[in-house]
């Protein structure tokens, strides 16, 4: 298990979440920083947890568990309809 991989990986998935969370946050009310912390959060425990269950399946992490926990992590944050045109 690469240590460095994963920090550099979950840190990049942290901006996705963040940039993604921010405007919502605007909309409703809260404050940025507020709402980029849930969002940082959220996205940090959400890799936790697919790490964590890679981890219980075998009790390994390889480079190809953190391919397909991090390529999941792909287009979440896109609308499906957007795609069929």
């Known amino acids: 298990m690469n240590i460095k991989s994963i920090t550099k990986r979950t840190v990049a998935y942290i901006v996705l979440k963040v940039s993604a969370t921010l405007g919502g946050g605007f909309v409703v009310g809260v404050e940025v920083w507020q709402a980029a ?3 940082a959060f ?3 425990m959400e890799v ?3 790490v964590s269950r890679a ?3 075998d ?3 390889s480079e190809a568990d953190l391919d397909e926990i991090f390529n999941g992590f ?3 944050d896109e609308d499906p309809e957007l795609g069929d045109r």
Request: zero cysteines; a negative charge; hydrophobic letters at 50%.
């Open 55 to 57: 981890y219980v399946q």
């Open 37 to 39: 912390a849930v969002a």
């Open 59 to 61: 009790g390994d992490v």
């Open 42 to 44: 959220v996205g940090l």
């Open 48 to 50: 936790a947890e697919e």
């Open 74 to 76: 792909d287009g979440v």
